[in-house]
């Protein structure tokens, strides 16, 4: 399997996606959902797993099923570009950095879920690749990133959508995919 840690973050996803779903059916109070999501203040009293937690977690089979694409089509490129174990680190890092932002920038009583912080950090580690090895000079891989990224602001603007998460994932894919191409 040349991306395990891609495989493995989809399959958790699902996974909790079906349990998810199948607690809203029987208990209205969710407690596994609640207990997993993103909510700031709780946060900051001290519940830090939810940090990560609520990456795995989505509201929609359209939430779910975007995300994972995603996750997929840039894992099964980075993960065995970067290797496993650094690879991990990007995306969890671009986990932790969107999560960050949401908590210290949005309504303490929000609640936030989905890996669309990740997923924007390691687009930027991406972006990064192509631009290391210079492909940035050619106009069809430029104009294609350009595309990527407009579509990805207009998305990061619409209603229920976490710009926050998404802006957070992204400045930590920029810091630590520069740290993991051009430094360590």
Not at 53 to 72: C, E, K
């Amino acid at each position: 399997m040349s991306c395990p840690v891609t495989i493995i973050f989809i399959l958790i996803s699902i996974v909790l996606y079906i349990l998810t779903e199948a607690e809203a059916r029987r208990d209205p109070d969710r407690p596994l959902f609640n207990g997993l999501l993103l909510m700031p203040m709780m946060v900051k009293r001290g519940q830090w797993y939810r940090l990560f937690t609520s990456a795995f977690l989505h509201g929609s089979i359209q939430h779910i099923a975007m995300n994972m694409i995603a996750l997929y089509n840039l894992g099964s490129f980075l993960e065995p570009y970067l290797g496993s174990v650094r690879y991990l680190i990007a995306l969890l890092g671009s986990i932790l950095g969107g999560s960050l932002f949401i908590t210290l920038r949005e309504d303490p009583r929000s609640r936030t879920v989905g890996m669309s912080g990740g997923i924007y950090g390691i687009m930027m580690v991406y972006f990064l690749v192509l631009f290391k090895h210079g492909l940035f000079r050619v106009d069809s891989v430029r104009m294609s990133i350009l595309r990527t990224v407009g579509i990805n602001l207009l998305i990061s603007f619409m209603p229920g959508v976490s710009l926050s998460g998404h802006a957070g994932g992204s400045a930590a894919g920029i810091l630590i995919g520069f740290l993991l191409l051009y430094v360590l």
